[in-house]
């Protein structure tokens, strides 16, 4: 992947950043659809993802890019970077190895309002001591 | 599609709201994995949207509930509702009807940065004219 200039700018001059200068993005798997996860990215995070080709996000809770798979090996490689409507959502679709959600599940949507209680509806397929060791989980 | 209470109320009570009472909702076309929007909800909206079957937001510019397709007829039928591990991000899968975006696109995620700009990818399917008339379109 290399940075296509234009495009970046392109894309940052029409986002709809919040006031601390940040934008929601959804990551999907792009070839089986699933949805893996949503967080934040700043304008370094989205450049970073495009020079790179791998998602770096924005950690509101570390403030500081959160380069997605740095400890756990669970990297996000991009595929095409999208930008809703109003400007104020992305959409990464990406090729997750192995699982987006740091309790060690494929999705972080894992949980489903059913039979009357707030099922967990899927099991982890990572032990997440192996994925992050004793260091914090993220974000 | 009959009311759960215990569900709604585990499922409100697991959200990490903002300091505004709300949460973020991806929108997924169940079947086809589509990722057709993101828009908000607050506790009524979630409420309105589990008992009805009929998915509702919360639109921050008119500071009012969405009942999405309301205007328009492109209603979105709710088949689940999920929560993601922190709990600041609702995953709704959805049946839906027609046009999700205002533009009459299936998807609010048409643009991408691509080949030097940021590229239109889909086409609208519906005239949003004929869907909105002279109303304001949504959000």
């Known amino acids: 992947m290399t940075l296509d200039e234009p495009a970046v ?7 709809a950043w919040t006031p601390t200068g940040l ?3 959804v990551a999907q798997q792009h070839d089986t659809g699933e949805v893996l996860m949503v967080a934040w990215m700043d304008r370094v995070a989205i450049r970073e993802t495009l ?15 959160w380069r997605k798979g ?3 090996g669970q990297v996000q490689r991009l ?3 999208r930008l809703d409507c109003d400007g104020d959502a992305l959409l990464a679709l990406v090729d997750q190895a192995g699982a987006a959600c ?10 489903a309002a059913r039979d009357g209680v707030l099922a967990v509806i899927a099991d982890p397929i990572a032990d997440p001591a192996e994925l992050y060791g004793r260091s914090e989980a993220a974000p």
């Not at 020079?51 to 890019?65: D, E, M, P």
């Not at 740091?102 to 949980?111: D, I, K, V």
């Open 9 to 15: 700018a392109a894309l940052l001059d029409a986002v």
């Open 23 to 25: 934008v929601s993005c």
């Open 51 to 65: 020079a790179t080709g791998r998602v770096c996000y924005f950690s509101r809770s570390r403030n500081w890019l």
């Open 70 to 72: 740095e400890t756990s």
């Open 102 to 111: 740091h309790t060690g599940r494929r999705s972080c949507f894992y949980r």
């Open 79 to 81: 595929v095409e970077l």
